[in-house]
């Protein structure tokens, strides 16, 4: 093997530099990292479900489901800014229940009209936080002026609202509290409106 000194052994490291193989830069996606959203522990889950309860308006009950059922019916995926996007019926046309429906970076929105035949309407829901993961907001849903919290530790829930009018035209207000000055807090979920 031949050996090279001085200033030829320092072409030679030199061209070997350009000789070795290109690498790609690292893309911007490589440096975004999604948190994690931690699984909430039971004392969080019990302590939640307890200030929930605590809350409810007179006309609406829960119960704690645990896991989402699967979704059935049309589907909705409601975004904050974006269109509504429906699997199985007409964009934004009246629905009847069920329906069901997720949604993504939602800080204040309106959910699907519809209309009612019956005296009482579940919603079940399950709800995180897109950001801040660890936000002091809260996340509501309303009907008809009657607002739930729902937790945002992705435990399942089932909220009744009675004394729903019939052959009403009506809809869900999702919306996370204390929006204000630049400080919004964006929730992710899903579930179903249903008759009980």
Same mark, same amino acid.
């Given at each position: 093997m031949k050996q090279f000194t001085g200033a030829a052994a320092a072409a030679t490291a030199g061209l070997l530099l350009f000789a070795a193989p290109a690498q790609a830069a690292p893309s911007a996606e490589a440096d975004v990292v999604e948190p994690t959203k931690a699984r909430a522990s039971a004392a969080e889950i019990a302590a939640n479900n307890a200030e929930?309860?605590?809350?409810?308006?007179?006309?609406?009950? #829960?119960?704690?489901?645990?896991? #989402?059922? =699967?979704? $059935?019916?049309?589907? &909705?995926?409601?975004?904050?800014?974006?269109?509504?996007?429906?699997?199985?019926l007409t964009t934004l046309a009246v629905a009847t229940l069920p329906y069901s429906y997720t949604f993504d970076g939602v800080r204040n929105l309106d959910g699907r009209e519809f209309r009612s035949t019956r005296t009482k309407i579940c919603k079940d829901i399950e709800v995180t936080w897109d950001y801040p993961v660890g936000s002091h907001h809260k996340f509501k849903v309303t009907l008809r002026g009657s607002s739930v919290t729902v937790p945002t &530790?992705? =435990?399942? $829930?089932?909220?009744?609202?009675? @004394?729903?009018?019939?052959?009403?035209? #009506? /809809?869900?207000n999702y919306a996370s509290t204390n929006n204000t000055s630049g400080d919004f807090a964006f929730a992710s @979920?899903?579930? /179903?409106?249903?008759?009980?």
């Open positions: 929930v309860w605590a809350s409810l308006p007179p006309n609406v009950t #829960m119960t704690v489901i645990g896991k #989402m059922p =699967e979704l $059935r019916g049309p589907i &909705d995926h409601y975004t904050q800014d974006g269109p509504t996007i429906t699997t199985g &530790d992705g =435990e399942a $829930r089932s909220y009744c609202w009675s @004394g729903v009018p019939t052959n009403t035209t #009506m /809809q869900f @979920g899903s579930g /179903q409106v249903r008759y009980p």
